[in-house]
């Protein structure tokens, strides 16, 4: 009964926001709010809901629906969100840090070369679907990323790894790509040998993208594995009404006995902000993502909700298409940066929960640069440089807006409304374009666009994954959604990937950053510290700084 009374309080938010927008009351989010109402795909989701044995039923709600249920296959935070539950890395980290911790392999060893890993693996793990955890289970699994034409790589059907490219130096083949062998010694032990020395190689196995899913189900339902993900993790898949809710149960014979606590688990969409949080406040769910930072304080305040805030793990940005008309102009690119008031951003829509940007890497990562100064707002600059790139009367653009919160960014519409009046404020006339989460990631990955909002956030700790995955060359097309590629940049960043000696690695990402702050490929907003809440029949729920965590010990309090 809770549930069906929690899609129809959601149902009518939905209803209320829409007429909302429609007159013109509070409607920068109301067109939005009509995502995850489809009545079919709520009927299906109150089916699935309705089954669960036992009482304890979480129900999740976020922004936005997952991308793809294929973790290499895809760089989106609310994918990862899932497939933490669902899958287990070989390694995994501290509940609260980037700390590396035993995962599906007990223990490992490492050459004194750093050439050689060998890891020992968990015995008596089962998939979901009934078959064996092995060596050569993580084999395949790796081999599929690495090799193109391999029988599960399904590249025929769109599949691009693009996180294994950027982590492990390139795919099989490439000049740069460290994996040469991988070895399975027995059921239970294999080794990765190196063609050469990796630094952050350990933190990649326990990376939320490298889990190891079931070669059964690989062979049994093939390009659509993405939609039937079956893996070793606490909670096994049940359902997915796009756009509305997935829905994942107890997996019975998980190896850590007495986990996990809850019987079921519901991620559900609410794309409006202040409709989550009605929705937690009313009981109807028990944890929201998303939380607008000037709610925090009346969340703090409220005896039957609990607080919580992320480490500053991020970055929320606006990024240009430098390969497209008219942002392949540098000047143009200066002169926009010039014109975007980051702290008037910071100030209105984060509550102190976050700083103003200069690159696109966090303060606290090794190598960051602090003597790289940021463009300041400064309307008189950002008109000189407008005349200087051959736009003196002024241009149009396009600027496409996320559709749904995250982390860095918890209202994008105000965001791209501030922006669109910063660049008026210089003359430059800009059309907000607005599409759904999936096709906004794919349009903006295939060049679609000339000038976007996105942001990322760390989950491995290591500066390569912001400035490798962000603006390395090989990624142009993927997570280089600015089509950036500068052969001098990349080399730093190659250098720092290879090396294992940690001083030299921050030397080579702070010169890669001056480079890119002098190139303008996009224009950090802010690192946020984002906040979340739960009712306080929540238990043990820890928030990780990379946004997915295991709610493996999650439970409700009776």
Known sequence: MKLKFSIFIVWLLAIFLVLAACSGDGGQNGGESEEGSDPDAAEEAEADTGDAEGDQVLIFARGGDSESLDPASTTDGESSRITKQIYESLLEFDKESF???????????????????????????????????????????????????????????????????????????????????????NDHEIEFVLSQPLGFFLQNMAMTYFPITSPAALEEYGPAINENPVGTGPFEFVSWAKDDSIVLDKFDDYRIEGLPKLDRVVFEVIPDNAARLIALRSGEIDIMDGLNPDDAAGVEADEGLELYERAENNIGYVGFNVQKEPFDNKDLRHAVSHAIDKEAIAEALYAG??????????????????????????????????????????????????????????????????????????????????????????????????????????????????????????NVGSSNREFYDNDEVDEFLNQAKLSIDQDERASFYQQAQELIADDAPMVPLVHSRPVLATTNAVENYVPHPSTSESLAEVELAN
């Open 99 to 185: 700390e590396v911790l035993p995962g599906l392999a007990h223990d490992w060893e490492v050459s004194e070369d750093g050439l050689s890993y060998t890891f020992y693996l968990e015995e008596g793990v089962t998939f979901h679907d009934g078959t064996e955890f092995n060596a050569e289970a993580v084999k395949v699994n790796f081999e599929r990323w690495a090799d193109p034409d391999h029988e599960y790589a399904f590249a025929d059907d769109g599949y691009v790894y693009s996180m294994y490219g950027t982590m492990f130096g390139g795919f099989l083949g490439d000049e740069n790509h460290v994996v040469e062998e991988i070895n399975v010694v």
């Open 353 to 474: 929960y976050a700083t103003p940007a200069s690159v696109p890497l966090p303060p606290s990562y090794m190598g960051y640069n602090n003597e790289v100064e940021s463009f300041e707002y400064d309307p008189d600059t950002a008109r000189e440089l407008l005349e200087d790139a051959g736009y003196a009367d002024g241009l149009e653009i396009e600027l496409w807006t996320m559709p749904v919160a995250r982390p860095y960014m918890p209202d994008p519409e105000t965001v791209s409304e501030i922006i669109q009046n910063n660049l008026e404020e210089v003359g430059i006339t800009v059309t907000i374009v607005r599409e759904e989460w999936a096709p906004y990631l794919e349009k903006t990955m295939n060049g679609e666009h000339q000038m976007y909002m996105l942001g990322w956030s760390g989950t491995n700790g290591d500066p390569d994954y912001f400035l490798s995955s962000l603006l390395h060359g090989d």
